[in-house]
């Protein structure tokens, strides 16, 4: 009995301690993210020969 217990509190601290990861993990690559497409920005900014036009 008491071999289940540890096993089900073993599962819960488990799953506990991912959450966090899993928070930071977005975060990260929605900072990954960002950063490629500003790089790519950059990029087609550089092909442009006159200034950039923004069109709705």
């Known amino acids: 009995m ?3 217990i540890v096993s089900l509190l073993y ?3 488990r799953k ?3 959450v966090p ?3 930071l993990r ?3 690559a929605k900072e990954a993210e960002l ?3 500003r ?3 950059a990029v ?3 092909q442009l020969a006159g200034p950039v036009r923004y069109k709705p």
């Open 39 to 41: 790089h790519e920005n």
């Open 35 to 37: 950063l490629v497409l």
């Open 26 to 28: 977005r975060g990260t």
């Open 16 to 18: 506990l301690l991912t």
């Open 11 to 13: 599962k819960v601290t």
């Open 44 to 46: 087609l900014r550089r």
């Open 2 to 4: 008491s071999s289940v």
């Open 21 to 23: 990861s899993v928070l």
